[in-house]
Each structure stands twice: as structure tokens, then as C-alpha cells.
């Protein structure tokens, strides 16, 4: 992004004509209404039934009825600072500058609280809803027309930019530019989404594919890896899978926001940041979910079946479980055992009591190594408690020892397999198998002593993508598993 203070030159500058700017996609990176909506649906899912008819009485009611049963948190809001900064200066140097929305005017008044930068506001208030032609006219009628510049971004704010001395756009698309520039006296466009697909990308978390590659578990235990259907077919549920789990992430981003606004690092998520908005995070869900599951549907049935309960799951999480005590590693653990059981499915195989209880102790150790992760965080900058979890800081050992008792467990469970009658069906040299548990074991501890040291980001699965070491260990594993047949 260009440096505004730079590049915004006005020959016939006038610090008497009133700067007004829009709120909405303009001085936040968000929409109030689209925020307000997606909060509703945190708070009661049932409200979606209520949304259009509170619309079909019109934008003022249904604004009225959401901000009513509840409360934007204007300090958690995606700011852009690079136009605050200009604000500011134009402020300093005594120009008057008006914040005009079509959101509702009480919550533009608290965000005039915090940034008190604006010497009038204007907003949506029961009776009119001030966008477009309403908002022109309320400030041709205040400043008078060609008489105050505008900052904007969207097609709604043509008949404004027609009344303007001066134009400003904010992240506004190529289309809407080109219509200003015949219209109005465009000064100055601010873009800070030009990587928008880049963005989008970012937003649906490619690199957490790399856990659907459970679905090659079965393919791989069953020794089905000389049939290249089945290899095809499980390679088209992990992309199923890659879809809908996507989907749920987008979900599970949109139903997190003002959580993630609070945390160091995801804050910058791209639905958190606002550089990819809540609309386009919800189309894309949904476009995601659908393409996904339809292509669930041309595998099989059992398949469909358990990529459905794999997202209900996924979304219970993301809206509930998540927030209550041990219910959310639990959980956790069983996302990553229903990858396992869709493998399975896809290629008809029944799973081993040996890999269902091994595949169950290995992820539940997982799971608390990201809760303990997450609350060592917590209690190294002294806080009492993971925000938006049910754990205290008290409780970190007590995480320690389950999750490295379960890692442990799993050790067993595949030490017992080794010397189980299956073994001897599926391998001729099963002794080799031995060294495998050793591997386990190193691993296991391994991760426990990195997390314990605070060096563990919130997602074991992606650290383990990440380390040298454990693509060895894995490929080591590989070879062994590939002389043992």
C-alpha cells in the first residue's frame, strides 16, 4: 500500500470543508450488520428463522431487532490504520471530519469514542436507514452540494461521490473506480486487498490438509497399496475431505472472531483481520461444503455418511465443546479418529480393534498437547485462564500428565498388536515391527518435551509438518513397516 500522507496532494486544499467518511468497509474492514448477524447466530443458531422476516420489514427493523439482542465490541473492530492516520491529520490541522454510516448511529457514536476524531456523527437511526440516496441527501442538505469530499467504498455511495467536491475510495473494485473517476474528482484510492485470492487461500487453511491424509490409514494397514481404484478413490475422499473440513474452518473462524481479535497471533487470520470479509467467508463455506459433499456422494454412502459426522462434529465443537472442559480434547481426538474410520470406509475395510484403540490414545495425546500449549501461553503472560477455553492455569500439569499418559498408551497399544494373531496374517517378519514402537515412543516424548519447553505452536499436527525430525522418523517407520511385509 502506498503511503498516503505522500500521495494525497490537493492543490486547492481547504481545511474548512468538511471530510466525511463511511464506516463500513471504509474506516473498519468489516460490516457492522454482516458482524451483528454472525454474533446472533453464535448466541441462538434458531435466529437464522427470524432474519428475513425482520428483512422483509425493512433494513431499519432488522438492524434495530439484531443490535438489540446484541453488542458489537467496538475495541475488537478491524481498524484501518493507514486511514486513521490521515483522518488524524486532517483532524490536527483543524478540518472538520464527519463519520456518516448506514450502521446504527448508537454504535458509530462508541466508535467515535475511541477514536475521537469526529466532530459530528451520523447513522442509521428507527426510522431512516442512511445509505445511498438517503445518506446524500442528509449531506447535501447539511454541507450543501460540491460542498464537502467523501471517503467510500461501495456502489451504494455513486449518488454521494456525484455530490462531492473530492472523492477518496477505500478497497473499492476496479469497476466502482472507473465509475468514480467519470462521476467525481477522485483524489486518492487506498488498496490493501489487491492479494485477495491469496487471502481467500489463506483463509480456507491448506496446510491443515496435511491431517486428512488419515484417510490413507486403512489403504496402508490393509496392505491395499498395489490397487490403484482404491489408491484413487481414497485420494478423491481426502479431497472431499479437504473441502468440508475447510468449510468448518471458515465456520469456526467466523464463529470465533472477537476471540481471535484478542489473541497475538490470529488476530491476523484473514476473517479476524477483515481482509477477507464475513460475506465472501460465508459464500465460500458454503460453496466449499457443497462441492465437497457432493463429491462424498459419488464414493459411497458410508463415506457421505461419516464426512456428515465429521462436520456436525466439527461444528459442535467450533460452537460449543470447545469452551467446556476435557469435552473438547475428547473431541478433538475423535476428529482425527472419523478421518480414520472415512479411509475405511471409502475402501470397505473393516478396522482393528488394535487400530481404533491406538489411532484413539495417539490423538487424544494431541489434543492436550495443543490445550497445553495454548494455556502455557496464558500462564506466561500471568493470566489466570485460556480465553475461550475452560481451563485454568492450575490445571496445566494435571494436561502434562494425561496427555503424555495417553501418548504412552498408544506405545502399548501398538506393542500388544505386534503380538497379536493379525500380525502374523499380514506380516512374514513381524519382529521388525519392534523398532516401530521405539519410534513411537521417541516421538511422543519428543513432542512432550518441546511443548513443555513452550516451544510448541497451538497445532502438534503442524509442527510435526514442519520438523526435520519427525519426516525422518516417519519415513524410517515407512521402510520398517515395508520390509516387515
Not at 456428515?308 to 470447545?322: A, E, G, H, Q, W
Not at 498437547?369 to 489466570?384: A, F, I, P
Not at 506380516?427 to 521405539?438: E, G, N, R, T
Request: hydrophobic share 50%.
Amino acid at each position: 500500500m502506498q503511503n498516503s500522507q505522500e500521495k494525497i496532494k490537493n492543490p486547492l486544499y481547504d481545511n474548512t470543508i468538511p471530510l466525511v467518511v463511511d464506516l463500513d468497509g471504509t474506516l473498519i474492514y468489516t460490516d457492522l450488520l454482516h458482524e451483528g448477524i454472525v454474533l446472533l447466530l453464535k448466541k441462538n443458531f434458531l435466529y437464522i428463522f427470524l432474519l428475513i422476516p425482520w428483512l422483509l420489514k425493512g433494513k431499519v427493523y432488522l438492524k434495530n431487532k439484531i443490535f438489540q439482542t446484541v453488542q458489537i465490541n467496538p475495541e475488537l473492530l478491524p481498524y484501518n490504520t493507514e486511514l486513521l492516520e490521515f483522518l488524524k491529520k486532517e483532524s490536527d490541522s483543524g478540518r472538520p471530519i464527519v463519520l456518516a454510516t448506514a450502521s446504527p448511529i448508537l454504535n458509530a457514536i462508541e466508535i467515535s469514542k475511541i477514536h475521537p476524531l469526529f466532530d459530528s456523527v451520523y447513522g442509521t437511526d428507527n426510522k431512516t436507514n442512511l445509505k445511498g440516496k438517503n445518506k446524500s441527501t442528509v449531506l447535501t442538505n447539511l454541507f450543501g452540494k460540491g460542498k464537502f469530499d467523501y471517503i467510500g467504498n461501495s456502489f451504494s455511495d455513486l449518488e454521494i461521490f456525484s455530490s462531492v467536491r473530492y472523492s477518496y475510495l477505500v478497497n473499492a473494485p476496479i469497476f466502482l473506480e472507473k465509475r468514480v473517476k467519470r462521476i467525481s474528482n477522485l483524489q486518492f484510492a487506498w488498496n490493501s486487498r489487491k492479494d485477495a485470492f491469496q487471502y481467500l487461500l489463506k483463509s480456507i487453511r491448506p496446510h491443515q490438509w496435511v491431517k486428512n491424509l488419515l484417510v490413507f490409514v486403512p489403504l496402508i494397514t490393509a496392505h491395499k497399496l498395489n490397487s490403484i481404484g482404491l489408491i484413487t478413490l481414497t485420494f478423491c475422499s481426502f479431497i472431499a475431505f479437504n473441502l468440508v473440513a475447510s468449510s468448518g474452518y471458515l465456520i469456526n473462524d467466523l464463529s470465533d472472531l472477537n476471540s481471535d481479535r484478542s489473541h497475538p497471533r490470529k488476530r491476523f487470520r484473514p476473517l479476524a483481520s477483515g481482509k477477507v470479509s464475513i460475506l465472501s467467508g460465508s459464500i465460500l463455506a458454503l460453496i466449499l461444503f457443497g462441492i465437497g459433499m457432493y463429491l462424498a456422494s459419488k464414493i459411497n454412502a458410508l463415506f457421505l455418511l461419516t464426512l456428515v459426522c465429521y462436520f456436525i462434529t466439527s461444528l459442535l465443537y467450533s460452537l460449543y465443546f470447545k469452551k467446556v472442559l476435557l469435552y473438547d480434547v475428547f473431541i478433538l481426538a475423535l476428529l482425527y479418529s472419523i478421518r480414520v474410520f472415512a479411509g475405511g470406509a471409502v475402501i470397505d475395510v473393516k478396522l482393528s480393534f488394535w487400530l481404533i484403540a491406538f489411532s484413539t490414545f495417539i490423538f487424544l495425546s494431541l489434543a492436550f498437547v495443543k490445550r497445553y500449549s495454548e494455556l502455557m501461553q496464558v500462564n506466561t503472560k500471568g493470566g489466570l485462564k485460556s480465553r475461550g477455553r475452560d481451563y485454568l492455569t492450575e490445571d496445566i500439569h494435571l494436561l502434562q500428565v494425561m496427555g503424555i499418559a495417553s501418548g504412552f498408551s498408544s506405545v502399548i497399544v501398538f506393542s500388544l498388536y505386534i503380538n497379536s494373531p493379525e500380525v502374523a496374517l499380514l506380516y512374514s517378519k513381524p519382529d521388525f515391527l519392534w523398532s516401530i514402537s521405539l519410534l513411537f515412543l521417541f516421538w511422543i516424548s519428543r513432542i512432550w518435551f518441546i511443548t513443555i519447553r513452550g516451544e510448541m505452536t497451538d497445532d502438534p499436527i503442524i509442527f510435526a509438518i514442519k520438523d526435520l525430525t519427525s519426516y525422518v522418523l516417519f519415513a524410517l517407520v515407512g521402510l520398517i513397516l515395508f520390509f516387515s511385509i
